[in-house]
């Protein structure tokens, strides 16, 4: 190992100790190198392997965000960023607004001044810091009334100084916010509030959260375009998690599976 090379101590006692008390089943794993750790859990539970997991990787050499776009996220060198998935078996009422939830655990697990644009990025100063990618799968016959699902919850979020060339959204890194923290530490702080968060949400769902999300919003109050062309003001997100935006033609209540949304640039807005 060259001595430019980052060697990091993952706390896995203590992050398998933070998810304990939600499932205690779970299980933390590392792996030094992984195309994606969405992928990994979701070859895992379409084999049948659905028990509860938090899978870390240093590196990834294929990382996906939503709507089949790239994951971006860190400069590829180990604990530039943190990189983990999630994987367990949820039975919520309704799966609406789970993006918005696992956001907002990240955000207030880390900093108060961390901002959310719908409907799955974490921002800092109109510079993306993270971003969350959800994935399910059938998870079998469940014991609890309601369907269950195996949720994959992905979310890699920047560490360290980086470029901003080749992004989408221009980065920002945790650093900034709070200096000398690492991977490692930035994984402790947020484990167990965002096991918390979804134990939470399988009872109670996004409605509660609504408000609180509301008061991040890095939307709200701003000209927007949809990626149907449509423009508009956001709004805020109803108690669903739908995104509700003022158009020409009047209010529309966005799923985030219908389309995407970016803010306008004041050249874009009289133009």
Known sequence: MSSSETVLRWPLQELTAALAPYWPEAQVEVLTETDSTNSELMRRARAGRTAPVLLIAETQTAG????????QSGNGKAGSALICSLGLPLAPRDLSGLSLAVGLALAQALHPDIALKWPNDLWWQGRKLAGILLETVGAGAPARAQAARYVVIGFGINIAPLAAAGFATAPTWLQALLPGIDAPAALRRVAGPLA????????????PLAAYFNARDALAGQP?????????????????GMLRVRTPMGLREIASAEVSVRPLSLQEQVT
């Open 196 to 207: 918390r968060a979804l134990r939470a949400f399988e009872h109670t769902g996004f409605a």
């Open 224 to 240: 927007v375009q949809l990626s149907d062309g449509t423009q508009g003001v956001a709004l805020g997100v109803d108690p669903s």
């Open 64 to 71: 996906r965000g939503r709507l089949g776009r790239h994951w």
